[in-house]
């Protein structure tokens, strides 16, 4: 008897010791689930403005209304429907279906503005919560279906991470990172503020400060969205930079995307042309080829070559773009008439290794290192494995494979004197400036090259066929180049064509270089003259529309003759 | 003295009693006084929650603010406002005329630039840049 007395308490005695000793930690911390509570203190993102401080992006509150269908009385749930379909425009049969159903928790609606939900809060319907949510709001653009810069920006996903563009690159610096406190809660699940809780603060995200103008930015936007309906072209990309920073003034492309609405948005859109988008540069590469010729003394701009119009490298018989003989002309002539033999001539006077060498220096070989995400970039083979052939045509533009900040770095070597400007968005984040801004510039052409390949971009706008993007009062005074390549498809060249225009302004001191490129143009008319959808009738003009606003809004004058 | 000794003592162990009461009541009073301050306490964690809920809706109607303010001054806003009031942005035609700097090209051409880099030391740049390689562009300039 006692011996059973003694095996019955040892057994509740183990038991007890079990749940009080084994099993405590496991315990204490279902106790603490139940009163105890640690809450995320997100930290705030940071915002982002322009070289003016206009403000591009703002952080809003949005709510989402949900139900706790169990909470709701049968009587109740007729009035609760009512209320969220006046208030929310919610479906109201679909409202009754979900209150009459086993589920504890559903959304009625998500992500609506703060007037709503003040509507909602003097109804008190029972069962029914709403939750707070930030939501980065963006600048309206060019149409309602487009923010400003939104390729550039990117956005932010309802999780808070930055998507695309530079909320995407920038992602821990605007993010900041999010603090906690651990509280107490009462019965009624009312927490208790004042009670034992650990505290730890946020740090809000860092603000950026961008190069970018919005107002040169909806200028181009403007621009680009008028001229691509008018060339009937597939898209279209603008690129315009500050010629000594390196810091890009203006990004554009159309088609683009509205930003805040990024949900209901096609995700082909959310591509950026400019960085993710290669194609082949055609003619505006001659501008690099030429300098570098100049550069290695292989050729000078009055230096005279013959151009039978045709040349035959690597076994293939290469042409102009008008299959003319030109006769005797000199590399002024051939850059503003983008003569193909020309440009081919001068890689061959340079050289193989020396032409590579200037492919690099100028940046072509290397992806940019812009600070934006979904850079996109096709290295051309090795110097060695390149073709005879390739060397030829990667002489005029095609090719090679680029994109638009690695052409547009590329030329503006030009425009500031001979040196590299490293390419970028943001000047500072937070305090502190982009340490690309304090490092000392390549020299990648001397300044006596440049200043020579200044005076033959000049010629373009004056002689050649840089014409349509005359401003008055700036036609001496301004640079350009051309270029139309030539769309491959499953290897072969197809009637489509890139359509570009580069070109900086006032030639001595410039003050920004732009590129402009429209993809597949069908220029009205060429139909019978594919030639109408050259960089010349297609890019030009909406560079020249997008400078006027530069000179207008920059207050920029001629140099002195 | 015994008498008045055992007197003593008798208050004494009533004194005792009378502490002990005392003593129960100041318990209770610092129970009383304890609930009354976690109350408060409590209570005031409530306004402050309450606070802090009122503050985070001031937040968000000043967040909407900004962004109506900053969407008034917008290219596109502007430019929509200006439309609406008959304005229109004109493109200047007249700006300062600068001396036409161009190149005669029914001139006759000089003969290129004659290389004067003697033929030993372009033997010996041909062998070097084989072998080394040209270091970078700037190395290949002609002085």
Known sequence: MLLVAVVLAGMVWARLAYWQVVQHGQLTLQAQAQYRELVELPALRGAIFD????????????????????????????????????????????VMATLESNVKFAYIARRFAKAKADQLRTLKLPGVGLQEETQRSYLPGTSSGSTLAANLLGFVDWNGDGNYGLEANYQKALGGTPGYISSYRDLANREI????????????????????????????EQALMEGVKRDRAESGSVLIMDPTTGGIVAWADYPSYNANSFNRTNTALFKDNVLSYVYEPGSVMKVVTL???????????????????VLNVGGYRIYDWDRRNHGNVNYTYVLEHSLNVGAMKAMLAEGHPAFYKNLEAFGLTTPSGIDVAGENHIAPPSAAKMQDSQYATTAFGQGIDVNMVQMLAAINVVANGGKYAPPHVVERVGRNLNPLLLQPQRQVISAATAAKMTTMMQMVVQHGSGWTSRIPGFQLDQCGKTGTSQIPVNGKYTQDVWSSFVGFLPAKKPRFTMLVVVRKPHYPGSENDWTLNDGYMTAEPIWKQIAQTLVVSWHITPDKP | MQVAGSVAAERLRLNVFGHAYVGVGAVVIVVLFYLAIAAQITQSSYDIARLQDQQRQLIAEQDQLRYQEVTMHAPAQVQQHAAQSGMQRVIPSRFVTGQEVAVDLSAAVGASPVDATPLWLRAVAVIANTVAGTRDVMASTKK
């Open chain 1, 291 to 309: 300098a570098g010729a100049i550069n290695a003394g292989a050729i000078e701009p009055g230096t005279v070559i013959n151009d039978p119009g």
């Open chain 1, 51 to 94: 070289r003016n401080l206009t403000q591009l992006v703002v952080n809003t509150t949005v709510y989402s209304a949900f139900v706790s269908p169990d909470q709701i009385a049968a009587t109740q749930r007729d009035a609760v429907a009512t209320g969220l379909a006046t208030v929310l425009g919610a479906d109201r049969p679909k």
């Open chain 1, 193 to 220: 503020v004042l009670g034992t809780h650990t505290h730890q603060d946020p740090v809000n995200g860092q603000n950026l400060v961008l190069s970018l103008d919005a107002n040169i930015q909806y200028a181009a």
